[in-house]
């Protein structure tokens, strides 16, 4: 599966598009080079799941949580610092996935080795006139 992002406004579209084909789906891990638009992509599907806080990066934090209107939480994760694997299981990392919450995810291939089975895999592609690509699997 595929979707295109031809710009910033069709952003949400492109996120309530991306929830449908994901199904019941919740471990989402967005691969892609810097700047490729991961955290961006990750803040409008938390719009579209009615996050009412703002979505940032967890750089530095590592996890952050957002909860929904309905007082849902999803989690956003960035790995980008992790250094090794042992860090993620030191802040609950099997929590988060059992959950039953999305659990978006930046930089998984950090942390490939322990990601779930059920986790689709997103890869963004950035094309020369700066759209784009979201391949699904």
């Known amino acids: 599966m595929t ?14 598009k991306l929830l449908r084909q994901t199904g ?8 892609g080079a810097m700047g490729s638009g ?15 806080d703002i979505a940032t990066s967890p750089t530095f934090t590592l996890v952050n949580e957002y909860k929904t209107i309905k007082g849902e939480s999803l989690y956003h994760f960035d790995f ?18 059992a959950s039953g919450s999305y659990c978006f995810m930046e930089w ?9 089975s059920g986790t689709l895999k997103i890869r963004i592609t950035v094309t020369d006139d700066d759209q784009r690509i979201l391949h699904i699997s």
Do not use: M, N, Q, W
């Open 80 to 97: 980008y610092r992790i250094r090794k694997t042992e860090e993620v299981f030191d802040f609950g990392i099997e929590e988060y996935f």
């Open 38 to 52: 991961k955290t961006t992509i990750i803040k409008a599907l938390c719009g579209v799941l009615g996050a009412v």
């Open 108 to 116: 998984p291939e950090l942390v490939e080795d322990i990601l779930p």
């Open 3 to 16: 979707i295109l992002i031809k710009d910033k406004r069709h952003l949400h579209s492109s996120a309530r």
């Open 24 to 31: 019941d789906y919740k471990l989402l891990a967005f691969y």
